[in-house]
T-cell receptor
């Protein structure tokens, strides 16, 4: 069973361009989380999705950032008109079912390191 | 809101010795879970150990153990017989309200 896959692993964009980050969850996992790690900081929650639904986007910046998890295909984190402050590592994690009142382990991908020039 | 605080940005330990990393947290959830993650230079997040808040017994995984003090909202990680491969960033994390909240991390250096 392959782990969580993210691509690309490294992405370089110039200011004003768009960045699209992809996350393929583990087989059988229908829930995806995105986290951002700024240099020398911990991971910060961005968004929690299940297929075709955004469950919690309380950590997403209000502008330029969007996320989706379609019925078919990977989850996409999209950053429009990137700025230098968007440079960070973006991690995706997947879990097999809703958290409800108990925890379902989140399995992390290797991350995508975005560099904005 | 839930918060996780790691007050030790850096720690070092002699190989084969024991080191303890500190973590405190705050949450209004009654049902939550606590974790320690290791992040080596590869940046892969590796789960080291987990603790269910409703369990009084401290979790143990081989050389890794925790001291969970629920009333004090404290969750420290003890690494025994430190090895060179333990060198990494260590993050304390809390799962509550369906999301993980991470501390700022402790960089652990192992001195040969």
């Amino acid at each position: 069973n392959a782990g969580v896959m993210q691509n690309p692993r490294h992405l370089v964009r110039r200011r004003g361009q768009e960045a699209r980050l992809r996350c393929s969850p583990m087989k059988g996992h229908s829930h995806v989380y995105w986290y951002r790690q700024l240099p020398e900081e911990g991971l910060k929650f961005m968004v929690y999705l299940q297929k075709e639904n955004i469950i919690d986007e309380s950590g997403m910046p209000k502008e330029r950032f969007s996320a989706e998890f379609p019925k078919e295909g990977p989850s996409i984190l999209r950053i429009q008109q990137v700025v230098r402050g968007d440079s960070a590592a973006y991690f995706c994690a997947s879990s097999p079912r809703e958290g409800l009142s108990s925890y379902n382990e989140q399995f992390f991908g290797p991350g995508t390191r975005l560099t904005v020039l | 809101a839930q918060t996780v605080t790691q007050s030790q940005p850096e720690m070092s330990v002699q190989e084969a010795e024991t080191v303890t990393l500190s973590c405190t947290y705050d949450t209004s959830e009654s049902d939550y879970y606590l974790f320690w993650y290791k992040q080596p230079p590869s940046r892969q997040m590796i789960l080291v150990i987990r603790q269910e808040a409703y369990k009084q017994q401290n979790a143990t995984e081989n050389r890794f153990s925790v001291n969970f003090q629920k009333a004090a909202k404290s969750f420290s990680l003890k690494i025994s017989d430190s090895q060179l491969g333990d060198a990494a960033m260590y993050f304390c994390a809390l799962f509550g309200n369906e999301k993980l909240t991470f501390g700022t991390g402790t960089r652990l250096t192992i001195i040969p």
